[in-house]
């Protein structure tokens, strides 16, 4: 038997998460029947997508059942394999979950070849929700350019560091809106963007006003509300905004705060899109093989901030809303 410890969704918050809405169980877990893999989890993506499935409202993502374990993209190691496809000590990407341990069909896991890049890499700079997000935003869906100056919202956190990086790969003046001097100072001395600005001490307005002085080409945003606003006043002409999240509404999901001065993109003939990273998935091919060159040539400086403990899940999980650096992870 193996014993798993998993953090399972104890109440439903109103509004954004506390500690208390989790709680902690154990379970021992058999082994594997045909077909079937066990798993020890070795890293958890910490992502934004997570809070969305607190509520009882069923969104893209879905709603956890109260008792239930919180969805989580992972990597781990196999221990135990009665599938062909698997062997004890292959690495793994799947949905893991907020747990140590799982018992589960082979077919849910991809193998990784961690012979160049370790395992945890697959969930930031080459992680569907992070630095594939980043690349579909930046390069499929906002047609990224070398003149381009662009702005990313939530810029030190994980996507949009690796969106900021790709901006500045690409060769743009890139600006970052972060909360606090540390984000502002990771974001101009270890990613090497032209500017940060942080939104919670600097009018966003006035530095964009000085930074951007011909308008914004291409708006990275994963924040929405009034940020939103203030850098659709700002558009250039024909500029892209590109939503790819919006994080300041996620703790009032049913009722969320449009954005006001939409009329600029008339005035402007410029276009807004929304994405979601699965369904480009025909740009996953060429994201993948870009992003792991350009890892291997080390041009990303993205942070790494790995939590210890599968109880502190939670706490993890409520970094994303009080302040965090690059890449949040678990390491149950
Ligand atoms: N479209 C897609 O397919 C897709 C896929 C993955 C992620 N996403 C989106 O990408 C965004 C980032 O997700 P992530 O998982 O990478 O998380 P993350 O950026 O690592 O963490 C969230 C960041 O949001 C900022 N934030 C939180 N509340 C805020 C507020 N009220 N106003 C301004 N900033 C706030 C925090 O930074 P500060 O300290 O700077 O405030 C925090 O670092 C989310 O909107 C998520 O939904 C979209």
């Given at each position: 038997m193996t014993t798993n410890r998993k953090v399972v969704l104890a109440a439903r918050p109103e509004g954004l998460p506390t500690l208390d809405c989790f709680g902690t169980e154990e379970e021992q877990l058999g082994e594997p029947a045909e077909g079937q893999a066990l798993v020890e989890v070795q890293h958890i993506s910490i992502d934004?997508?997570?809070?969305?499935?607190?509520?009882a409202r069923d969104g893209h993502h879905g709603s956890v059942p109260i008792g239930g374990t919180l969805p989580a993209l992972g990597v781990g190691r196999v221990i135990?394999?009665?599938?062909?496809?698997l062997a004890a000590g292959d690495e793994v990407f799947g949905?893991?979950?907020?747990?140590?341990h799982l018992l589960a069909p082979a077919a849910m896991f991809q193998k990784l070849?961690?012979?160049?890049?370790?395992?945890r890499s697959h969930l930031g700079v080459?992680?569907?929700?992070t630095g594939m997000t980043a690349y579909v935003g930046m390069?499929?869906?906002?047609?990224?350019?070398?003149t381009d100056t662009v702005v990313v919202s939530a810029a030190a956190g994980a996507t949009g560091s690796v969106a900021s990086e790709i901006g500045r790969i690409g060769g743009a003046k890139v600006i970052g809106i972060a909360g606090g001097p540390d984000k502002v100072r990771y974001l101009e001395d270890?990613?090497?963007?032209a500017a940060g600005i942080d939104y919670k001490n600097e009018d966003i307005g006035a530095r964009l006003n000085e930074l951007a002085p011909d308008g914004v080409n291409l708006f990275f945003d994963n924040v929405g509300g009034t940020i939103l606003d203030t850098v659709l006043d700002r558009i250039a002409p024909q500029a892209r905004v590109v939503i790819c999240g919006a994080i300041s509404q996620y703790g009032h999901m049913n009722d969320i705060a449009g954005p006001k001065l939409y009329l600029r993109l008339a005035e402007r003939n410029a276009t807004m899109r929304g994405f979601t990273v699965?369904?480009?998935?025909?740009?996953h091919a060429q994201a993948r093989e870009d992003l792991s060159r350009w890892l291997k040539e080390d041009k990303f400086h993205i942070r790494e901030h790995v939590v210890e403990g599968i109880e502190r899940f939670p706490e993890a999980l409520l970094m994303l809303f009080s302040g965090h650096i690059g890449k949040l992870m678990v390491a149950p």
């Open positions: 934004a997508w997570i809070s969305t499935t607190l509520g135990r394999s009665a599938a062909p496809e949905p893991m979950g907020s747990q140590s070849d961690v012979s160049q890049i370790p395992a080459l992680g569907l929700t390069i499929t869906v906002g047609g990224l350019r070398d270890e990613l090497g963007i699965d369904y480009w998935s025909d740009a």
